[in-house]
Structure formats: C-alpha cells, structure tokens
C-alpha cells in the first residue's frame, strides 16, 4: 500500500491495544445508509503507471516554449534562476506548515521577515504582510482593509485595473453593501471624491501597460480622508515611480514575476504593503523581530488578534494558510537578482518592448489607439484581430492577448508583453510572420 | 550560532549574469524612475548558504513527527512534485490558446471527475486557493442560490467548535453567524440546533468529523432541520482524511464543499501555502460556481465563462495548478482501495495514541474518534504545567507539537493528528515521549518550564514582538 508504513502485524497490535477486533468496526457508529457498498474510485496503480498515464496527458500540451510566446497580461514569462528551485524544493521549507512553533521555526520566520523587508523595500511602503492568495484577491483584501478604515460605503475605481482583479473584487464584496463605481479619467475621479468614498483604487502601470500617474487624484484624496490602493506589478519596481513615492496607503498586486514561473496560471502569491499606521488593520500573517529568553534576536507570527483563529467573526480575513513558499522564492529570486538584476529585468523588458512597438509601427495596418508611456506591454489594434492572432499561432508566435475578451469595444486590440526572454531575433520573427499573416501569405 | 538577516550578508559587486544582455538600445525616461533600489547584491554562493542555513533551523514533514492537528501533515510523495515540474505543465501560460493545452485541461476534468465520484458533488472549482478562499466562494454559492429562489436569509449557523475560518468566511459572505453549541459528547446539540435552525438562516457550516475528532452520528437528523428550515448545509473538508472512501459529504446530506487538498490529498504544505480548497456542490447549485469551468465538447476540453448563475471569479485565472497535479497524481496512485486505507489507517493511529496515553493526559471525550484525538492538559495545569509548556518539551525531544489551544471548548487542549503515513514504531515513541514529559511534571517541571533548549532559540517572547512592531529589517542609522 503506498505511503502506509504499518504492516499487518502492526495494525493487528494496534487493534488489540484498543480493544477492537477490525478497523471497520472503528467506522460502526456511522450509520450504515450513508456508508459507501464499494471503493469509489478504481484501484490505485503503480508509481510508473500514474507518471506514464500523466506524462501522456502532459504532452498534449504545448509549452510557450515550443513557440515565441508573447503573451503577459497578468502573469510573466521571466527567466527564473536555477538557484530558486533549488531552495524552495529544501523539504525544511516545503514539508513544513505555518511556523506557528518559533521555536522550531526559525528559518522560516527570518525567510519570511527577510521577504516582508524586500516588499518593502521594493514597493516604498512601511510594512507588508506574510502574502495572500494572489493579485486578484490582494485588491479585494486591500479594498477591504481600506473600508474597514475609512468606515464609508463607496470605491472608486480608474479603469485600467486588472480585469479579473475587478471581477474578483465584485466577487468579494458580493455579499456586501458596498459600491463600486468604476471611472474612466482622471478628471472624473476628482469629481467623484466625496464624503463617502471610502478607498481609491488604481493600477500602474494600467492592464494596457501604460504608466499611470495620478498624483492629482491622490493628493486630493488626502482632503478626503480616502483610502488610495495602488495595484503595482512588482518587477515593474526594478525602475518605475514607487507606490511609497506617490504617498499611497496600500500597495498590493501579483507576487508571480518575482520567480514563481508561469504553472498555467498558479500558484503565484498576493502581496500587501501598507502605511505602518493602518497595520492592525491588515489582513494575514505578519511575522515580527523580537528576543528569546536569553536575550537573542528570534522571530514569531506577530499581531495574531488580527486574525479568525482569534478573532473569529471580527478578524481582519478569514485567511489562513496562505502562499507563504511562493512568498519566500520571492525572496530568494530578489536575494539572487539583486537591486541590478532587478532593474535589470525590468530594463530589458522595457527595450523589447520597445523594439516590437516600434517595428509593429512599419507596418500600416496596425494601429496604436492606447496612448502614453508604457513598460513591458502595450496595445495595437488590427482589423480581425481574433484571426490574426489565431494565424500568428500556427506560425510559431503567442502574438498577444485578445482584449475583446473583457472589453466588447477593443474587439481589435490586442496586448503584447515582451520580457527579457523574448530575443531581438524573436522579435523580428514576429513582425516578419504578422507581415505574413496580413499580406495574406 | 545565529543567521545574519540577508541585507547584513556583505556585499558583492554588482555583476549580474542570469540574463541575457540587452541589445534594442531603448530606455525609460528619468521622470518616470524611482529612487534608488537598495537591495543587496550577493554572489549566488552566499545566497545557497543563507538558505541552508534557515532551512536547517525548521521541523518538517520530511525531518521530523509532525502531529499538528487538523492540517493533516502527512507524508508528502516526491512524484507528486515531479510531475509538478514537467516542463509541459509547468511551461504553459494561462492565456494560450485552447487547441494548445488539452492537456493540462483534461487533467483537470479527469481530477473533477475523480473528486465528484470521491465526494459524490456533481462539479468543483479549483480557483479557490485555500480551506477558507473555498469557504468564502461557498457561502456566496448559498447567498446567491438563496436570492435567486426570492430569499435573504442573514444568518449561517457554525458550531462552537468550528475552525476560525467558518465564522470569519461567513461574515466576509455578509453573514451573521450564530453559534450551536456542543452537547456533553462533543457534538453538535440538536436541541439547540432547533432553537436556532428557522427560515432565516442561510447555511450550517460543519467539519465532519469534527473538531473534537469525533464523527456527528446524528447527521441526517441535522440535514432533515436544515432541510425544513430552507438552509443549505456546507461541508469544511478539512478533516476528510477520516472518511474518504468509507462515507460520502453528498451521503452526509452536504450541498457545498471544499476539500483542503493540502491535507488530505497530500499536496506540501510550504510554510503555509499554497494549497488548495477545491469546491464542490450538488447538481442544483453547479451554476453558481466560479467562472469558468472546464468542459467537454465532443472530445475537446475548453473553459466555460457562459454561467449567468455564477458568483463571478475568486482569482485571477483557473487554480493553484501545480497543486491541482499533485493532488491529482496522488489520487491517480491510491485509487478507490488506497483511499480508504488512509482513512482506516488515520483512523486506527490517532485511536492507539488516545488508547496508550488516556491514562497520562485527559482524554475529555473517551469514545472512539477519528483521525484526530484532543487531550485536555488540565491536570497538568494543576500542577503548573500548560499544554503550551508540553509543546515546548516535544521540541526538545524532537517532535513538532500538536495544536495547542483548540478546538476552544477543550481547556488546555493539546489536538494530536498522527496521519496514516506514521509507523506504528514513530507513534510509539511519541507515546513514550508525552508519558515521560507527564512523569517530568512531577520530578522535573523545570525542564519542562524551561524547553526547549536543543533549538537555535529558546521560549520566543511574544509579547514582547507585539509591543516592538519590528516587521522589517532597517539599514543602521535609518
């Protein structure tokens, strides 16, 4: 039987210790009617029959690998060094659960500690926690917190958000009576503000790609007492504007550039940074410094009063475990990368990017409708767009993401990533297959 | 000997060498950069060795006797992480076109299939990343169903011996919760459960078996109140690892449920994630479930976001996927017969430890239980010896501590979890260990008082990390 140690004779003792004839007899208290008459499933196999059954599946995949892939919106093809895989696959980290012991848990507090300074460090901010489930739900989260603290009814939103963030977040208040209200400028969220707005979201740079700056808005949400979200890719950090810098309160997004890899879509991580006044108020682990008995530096889950298993009904979350492995390989990739690595990744982003833009741009029947500056991805648009994309794939290339999936007036538009894993040559084999695919060839 | 924090390590040159140069010749202009970037810079030797370092420091699955109750820390098979990282799962972006990952989406049908016919629920979501995003997604599941059948009931019932996460989902559901309590058995009491079970509660939230350990024998009895009173009844799978294969949550009478396929499925726990509270629900309510869902036309897999019923989405794509194929190999490997032996084999472990330590430490409830046993320390409290003491003391003696302090109810409670993948060899040593500690409380308390001492640290001071707020590392001076 795989993974069960216990050998008959074991089970026979054990049975006789408790005084039970069968360990069917341990299950007689349930009542017979909602017992299951026979196995569920089909019997197991061999550890070689479940990997060759698996690996037959596994190949009727094609991997961004096997074309020239282009594709980002929300999640990133970033190289991720060797070193990162090594680390997270230590069974010490893997094997172990939320280190609600210190004692026996040191290495994961300081990983975790030493993860909570980089997003700190990263983002601007004063204080981050341990992370949440992914970017999606660290909005909700963060419009959460920002309502629990303001104590008023209505968000504000600037388009450009995540799209699936916004559906998330919907999905969350869904049982609430709050009010989200999406604006489309910059000038009508300033007119919107009021004495109810309780939280102020937006994202930079935007789902289009474009750098987003809305100083005005957020120094006028000061007046207010309003809470600002920014939602901020972290790689984007190596170079761009910093949430701390515009004076935001929270900061949240998609940990998975920071090294996760791309998995289909998961697991990444949701991290959180906040101003360190509204810390009671966040939701999630957060692992503070302090001493042991004999006076050392030791590290523990901190602030717990915060959190369901305490406060139950009154907790900040009802969030428990949390995504803490992916957290920590943020950690490492940022300890590998460093700050010129980093900003690095994210210079070498923004010149491929910039490179296909601009080729993109020889080619008369592609059209720029999404203006201003932009880092690692942007928008063109093209008559049947949803055609040329599907050509572009039979010829090798993930030309981008079809906007007209969340958006029914971009149905043209697509939007293309570039990171440092897409070469020059890559580049140049993309513009050459779209001049095909539009002359028709 | 301590570990530097990272940013104390010295600093190497600025050389970086994990990517290619860049070549195009175009840069962000000035006013759009941050600040400075102050990370360190470190050679990757010194980054192995920090790792190492930590890493060495922490009681695991794989090193270490982990019996932390209710999160079920068994063993964690390594082909399960193997497949994890085929290149052909582990490279595909969400976004790619749907002729070019049948794959991936026909593991996660046949995984759906397989927990349908384990759960007897007709369809799952596996957007849900954790026990309590799964409880979440389930009381909007039964907010939405109620309101679109012309109802707002407000209240969802949770036992008192729930897990935290029950009432504090429901709330964020918009719920009000309102507590059953348990009877002198330990279970749900269902006296009081008719006191409080009327039209305007939404859902009852329960564990089975429950937190105490203890299988609710008078199940159906509920499912019938709940069914007079209009509520839907929601299953918290964290401690399915006792029945699967044996009963079924739809045999129980559930409608919703999550499965905490980090516990019971085997998935590794990562310090505190990722795992994976997959849901699933009956036939009537499978519209509601998060979009999109993975179908089958005629042979092919495609994602269907079409769902007017749908609650909307919990994340940003499908799952924690490299999660989702552990589980699913796992299941693959155990098959129908393998499952129910880890049930019968969780079982019979957790009832030897109650047997062979009942005399040394109060058992509160002395009737068979399931895959967990709570001891209640209240004797040696007495004394002057807190649970919280006896789990400093298993450190020292090289076994990761049961959960302390819960399931509320049970004072100076100690929940001991011992899995299936235990021998009969590692839970007799633990019986010898915890009988020895209870003999220390009268020779020795203050080694007790006093554990551990075999750890980089001793007794962390807690309070103290409240009062401090030291959540980062600052440069000297700042």
Known sequence: ?441 | MGCKVIFDITMREKKNSYLPEFSCGYALPEKFKRKELCLPELGELDVIRHYNKLSNKNFSVDTHFYPLGSCTMKYNPKINDYIAGLENFSALHPLQPIDDVQGILEVLYTFQELLCSLTGMSAFTFQPSSGAQGELTGMLIARKFHELNGRRPSKVIVPDTAHGTNPASAAMAGFDTVIVKSNDNGLVDINSLKDIMDESVAAIMLTNPNTLGLFEKDILKIRELADKAGALMYYDGANFNALMGVTTPRMMGFDIIHLNLHKSFSTPHGCGGPGAGVVGVTEKLKDFLPVPIVVKDSGRYRLNYDMKKSVGKLRAFYGNISVLLRAYTYILRLGGDGVKRVSENAVLNANYIKEKLKDDFKAPYDDICMHEVVFSCINQKEKGITALDIAKRLIDRGIHPPTMYFPLLVKEALMVEPTETESKETLDYFIDIMRKINSEVETNPSIIKNAPVTMPVKRVDEVRAVRDMDFRWHKDGD
């Not at chain 1, 909602?34 to 196999?45: F, N, R, V």
């Not at chain 1, 909005?139 to 008023?152: F, H, T």
């Not at chain 1, 920014?230 to 810098?245: A, H, R, W």
């Not at chain 1, 810390?279 to 717990?304: E, N, S, W």
Request: glycine share 8%; aromatic share 10%; with cysteine.
């Open chain 1, 1 to 441: 039987m795989p993974y069960i140690l216990n050998t008959e004779n074991d089970r026979q003792a054990m049975l006789r210790a408790i005084d039970i004839e069968s360990a069917e007899k341990l299950f007689s208290f349930i009542p017979a009617s909602i017992k299951a008459k026979e196995y569920l499933l089909d019997k197991g196999c061999s550890e070689f029959s479940a990997l060759q059954k698996i690996k037959a599946q596994a190949a009727k995949n094609t991997t961004v690998n096997e074309k020239k892939s282009f594709l980002g919106a929300g999640w990133y093809d970033h190289y991720v060094p060797a070193a990162v895989f090594d680390i997270i696959s230590k069974p010490q980290f893997l094997t172990a659960y939320t280190p609600y012991q210190p004692e026996c848990s040191q290495g994961i507090l300081q990983a975790i500690y030493e993860y909570q300074t980089y997003m700190c460090l990263l983002t601007g901010m004063d204080v981050s926690n341990a992370s949440l489930f992914d970017g999606a739900s660290a909005l909700a989260e963060s419009v959460l917190m920002g309502l629990r603290i303001a104590k008023k009814n209505k968000v504000l939103v600037l388009k450009g958000i995540n799209p699936q963030y916004e559906n998330v977040l919907s999905t969350y208040l869904g049982g609430t009576t709050y009010i989200i209200e999406e604006v489309k400028t910059i000038e009508s969220a300033i007119s919107k503000l009021d004495d109810e707005t309780a939280c102020f979201v937006f994202q930079t740079p935007d789902f289009f790609g474009v750098i987003n700056e809305p100083d005005e808005v957020i120094s006028e949400c000061k007046k207010y007492g309003i809470i600002t979200v920014n939602v901020v890719n972290p790689v984007s950090l190596g170079i761009l504007k910093t949430p701390g810098e515009r004076d935001v309160d929270i900061a949240c997004g998609e940990g998975q550039p920071l090294g996760a890899g791309l998995n289909y879509g998961g697991p990444g991580f949701g991290f959180m940074t906040a101003n360190i006044k509204y810390v009671r108020q966040m939701p999630g682990r957060i692992v503070g410094k302090t001493l042991d008995l004999d006076g050392k530096t030791a590290y523990c889950l901190t602030l717990q009063t915060r959190e369901q298993h305490i406060r139950r009904e009154k907790a900040t979350s009802n969030i428990c475990s949390n995504q803490s492995l992916n957290a920590i390989t943020a950690g490492v990739y940022l300890a590998l990368m460093g700050s010129d690595g980093l900003s690095n990744v994210a210079n070498i982003c923004y010149d491929r990017a910039h490179y296909l833009y601009n080729r993109l741009g020889e080619i008369k029947d592609v059209r720029f409708s999404v203006k201003g500056e932009f880092l690692n991805e942007f928008v063109w648009n093209v008559k049947d767009a949803f055609d040329v994309l599907a050509c572009m794939s039979d010829k090798g290339v993930y030309a981008g993401y079809l906007l007209g999936n969340d958006y029914p007036d971009m149905k043209d538009s697509v939007l293309t990533c570039c990171t440092e894993k897409n070469s020059k040559a890559d580049i140049d084999f993309f513009v050459n297959k779209l001049k095909e695919v539009l002359d028709g060839v």
